[in-house]
């Protein structure tokens, strides 16, 4: 079955540095979506890509969509204690809305 | 609008056992889905359900059943309880079959024992 993996899988990082996580998917994805969970908390949704080669803005949040529609790209300008939390990217697999969480990366801010 | 509701937030059981879990979407929003998160294999996909229908299921044994109501409310059951059963049970709504911008519930703490 497709599987999604998320490099790394945990980061720390000193506030005000950059972190960028990267999600890998072993087939093609028609959409990519992208969560965040505080600790203690629940997926929140973020953002979804369509196109190849997207990339879109949320302020210090910049997310990206490979031209192969296989991988994408989540990268935080200058962290703040706020980005503390799991960034999972999620795609559509096998049967229509059927939706495969990647592994997650958690980012600790120090 | 009131966000993703579930009950009960916490649950301790013994093995063997059968629990149910409740989910109540946004207000409009028709699609559920139940999902599983574990420390050792994160957020996995339980099934999904639309009008009534359940309309994709993920790999998880037969213990591991649900329905939804008219009214899109859905409960999740889970028979003969086994330890490995513990985790952060999910559920997740969206405003349309095919809508994969899905907003999660606070989630049911299942605690085998």
């Known amino acids: 079955g497709q599987q999604v993996m998320q490099i790394p899988q945990y980061q720390h990082v000193q506030e005000g540095e950059d972190f960028t996580t990267y999600c890998n998917s072993s087939t093609t994805l028609s959409n990519i979506q992208w969560y965040k969970q505080r600790p203690g908390g629940h997926p929140v949704f973020l953002i979804q890509?369509?196109?190849?080669?997207e990339v879109k803005k949320q302020k210090r949040l910049t997310f990206q969509f490979g031209e192969a529609k296989k991988n994408s790209s989540l990268h935080i300008t200058a962290t703040q204690t706020t980005d503390v939390g799991t960034y999972f990217c999620?795609?559509?697999?096998?049967?229509?809305?059927?939706?495969?969480f990647g592994t997650g990366t958690k980012l600790q801010v120090i | 609008k009131a966000g993703v509701t579930q009950t009960p937030r916490y649950l301790i059981k013994t093995r063997g056992q059968q629990v149910t879990l409740s989910c109540s979407p946004i207000?409009?929003?028709?699609?559920v889905s139940w999902y599983q998160q574990t420390p050792g294999q994160g957020l996995q996909f339980l099934f999904e359900?639309?009008?009534?229908?359940?309309?994709n299921k993920g790999n998880f044994p037969g213990r591991f059943s649900g329905r939804q109501f008219s009214n899109s409310r859905s409960e999740m059951n889970v028979s003969t309880l086994e330890l490995g059963d513990s985790a952060l049970y999910l559920c997740?709504?969206?405003?349309?079959?095919?809508?994969?911008?899905?907003?999660f519930g606070p989630g049911t703490r299942l605690t085998v024992t």
């Open positions: 890509l369509v196109k190849s080669g």
């Open positions: 359900y639309f009008s009534e229908t359940q309309r």
């Open positions: 207000s409009g929003h028709r699609s």
């Open positions: 997740a709504s969206s405003d349309s079959y095919g809508a994969y911008e899905q907003y």
């Open positions: 999620a795609g559509p697999s096998g049967g229509y809305q059927k939706v495969t």
